[in-house]
């Protein structure tokens, strides 16, 4: 075998393409990149009025939810990390991880109805916190689940050679655009709060924004997923010791 031929063999991956091969054509790339940008506005938008800006937590504080709930919260949704994990080895055992994404993530957006209808169908106040808290930790689990296979899906979908270009270009989009939707946010939620309607104020912004995020995630619909790289047996002892055994991923960890 000529070196010419072990270059061509080195460069091959399993599903017979080149690294250096774009996984569709450009102009196709730039068309469905352009909808993978216009959905994250979308999602960025869905995120400022539920997450946990100001708006919820003055929803929740109306509810009567202590120091202590908002302890509780927060630890919730640092353990639901672990279902990254989980999304992991997911990645490697689904043939294909765009729709399995997409129904996690409807089912993610749609869980905050429940949130939303907290204040309509518990009376008591430690029922209702408790039910919120719980739903809260759902939705975060969902929302890890799903994280890694839409990275790995974008990854094997965008052109090698320009990688960290497109990743900063959405990005830069989406963090400018944040900055006049989280004022838009605030000055449209003052409006309920002067009025002391906060929890109404809350249900209906909070009611758009499911609209909105899963109007997000039926954008994806259309951007196809190229086939990428997955480990035949993935074996869960060496996944969860690896990061161990990186000289680099130990003082992170």
Sequence with gaps: ???????????????????????????????????????GLLGMTYFNITGGGAPRIKFLTELSATAFDFGIMAGASSLAIIFQIVSGILNNLIPRRKPVWIGLYVAHRLLFVAVLAAPVFFLGERTRIWWIIVVLFLHDALMHLGQPLWLAWMTDLMPRDSFNRQWAWRQWIITAASIFVSIFVALLFNRFEVQHQVVLGFIILGGFGVLIGVTDILCFITVPEPLGERVARPNFKQMMGQPLHDRQSRPYL
């Design 1 to 39: 075998m000529n070196e010419n031929t072990c270059a061509s063999a080195q460069e091959t991956t399993f599903n017979g393409a080149s690294e250096t091969e774009d996984p569709i054509p450009r102009k196709q790339f730039r068309r469905h990149w352009l909808v993978v940008t216009i959905a």
